[in-house]
């Protein structure tokens, strides 16, 4: 079982931006893939993004495209998440992942758990 800290959540008005952070206390991220999630209020747990370990393999859910940008900085076992041009759409509980890539490149979960960050975008 592997713990992860999200940190960077918010509350913002329309059109702002955030970065959210991704990391562990053991150098766990640092070696590992890792997605991004997020649970809107009534809403099902939605797929954000995910990188690899090395950074060269990023995939993006099919309405993340454009306003969000997933990166990391192994140096500081850290995994990134930009949202730009923030709508209160993006109003959610953001959760990051351990995992792994499958043979179509698509980003699995793995047992990794955190307690989340929130971002209210509220005008």
């Known amino acids: 079982q592997v713990q992860l800290v999200e940190s960077g959540g918010g509350v913002l008005q329309p059109g702002g931006s955030l970065r959210l952070s991704c990391t562990s206390s053991a150098a766990v991220i640092s070696t590992s893939s890792v997605g991004w999630f997020r649970q809107a209020p009534g809403k099902a747990q939605q797929f954000v993004a995910a990188i690899d370990e090395s950074g060269a393999l990023t995939n993006y859910g099919g309405s993340m495209r454009g306003r969000f940008n997933i990166s990391r900085d192994n140096n500081k076992n850290t995994v990134y998440l930009q949202v730009n041009i923030l709508r209160p759409e993006d109003t959610a509980v953001y959760y990051c992942?351990?995992?792994?890539?499958?043979?179509?490149?698509?980003?699995?979960?793995?047992?990794?758990w955190g307690r989340g960050a929130q971002v209210t975008v509220s005008s």
């Open positions: 992942n351990v995992g792994f890539f499958d043979s179509r490149n698509r980003f699995v979960r793995e047992n990794s």
